[in-house]
């Protein structure tokens, strides 16, 4: 929204911050973190759906590829409508004529602060659309590319063995999870609302903790909904490191009880 932009420029003018505008990021970057096919879907969305007899002005799904219908083998076909709804999580990133250049620049400065600190400065990049909902073939929460990863790949690229990333938000990063959810170098940090009483619903438990050569190197901390600043933050915070901790422990315990596997 106009208003966010304008408050965000009136917090620098307030600090005597000057901003530097960024290149906009280049689609190798992108296909760096995204799937080539949903990378391809951004650039052209808009466009198909504006060609669509009384399409409306932005491009909102109106039905999602259900468990049931992927387990019998489902596919997106070519139509955009079907697309929309294969590329997205809800209804809550629509696509309108410029979204794609608008996602492009955000990208280009999430890259830009990655840059900045991996030659050694700090920088706080400022974008939007944002990214942390994003997953690497699919948007949502109003996130079409996760820029958090894009800057994670570049650091990587620059040399980092390993890359930390903290989101303070108040909903779930899951996105931001859901590409890492398996990676070993990259440990990824969410603090946000209780998932059972807050978007994404789903995800952003406690327990979540990757899988593969990624476990344990995810760690949700929810807090109650309600949590406050300090004392009170702190307070959800503990309770959720002892949840997290209790479910290590618990999964723990049960790999220790589970037989070897066989091969044949």
């Not at 807090?223 to 997290?244: E, F, H, K, Q, T």
């Amino acid at each position: 929204m106009p208003e966010r932009a304008a408050s965000l420029l009136a917090g620098l003018q307030a600090l005597r911050l000057a901003p530097d505008v960024a290149v906009p990021a280049e689609r190798a970057a992108l296909t760096r973190v995204h799937t080539p096919d949903y990378v391809d879907y951004l650039a052209t969305a808009a466009a198909a759906w504006a060609a669509l007899p009384n399409g409306g002005p932005e491009v909102v799904a109106n039905i999602h590829p259900a468990p049931e219908m992927l387990a019998h083998g489902a596919r997106p076909g070519d139509h955009v409508i079907g697309r929309a709804g294969w590329y997205s999580a809800d209804a809550a990133c629509p696509i309108g004529p410029g979204t794609w250049e608008a996602t492009l620049s955000a990208a280009g400065v999430a890259l830009a602060a990655a840059a900045e600190a991996a030659a050694g400065r700090s920088a706080y990049a400022l974008c939007r659309p944002p990214g942390h909902h994003a997953y690497a073939a699919r948007a949502g929460g109003h996130c079409y590319v996760n820029n958090a990863a894009l800057a994670v790949e570049a650091l990587r690229a620059a040399g980092a063995k390993r890359v930390a990333t903290l989101d303070i938000d108040s909903h779930h990063g899951n996105g931001t999870q859901g590409i890492f959810w398996e990676r070993e170098d990259v440990l990824t940090v969410s603090v946000h609302g209780d998932p059972t009483r807050y978007y994404p619903w789903y995800v952003g438990h406690a327990e979540e903790r990757g899988a593969g050569a990624g476990l344990g190197r995810n760690l949700n901390m929810p807090l109650a909904i309600g949590s406050g600043d300090a004392p009170g933050w702190r307070r959800s915070a503990a309770v959720s490191r002892r949840r997290a901790t209790s479910a290590r422990r618990r999964w723990s315990s049960r790999s220790a009880s589970m037989p070897p596997s066989t091969s044949r």
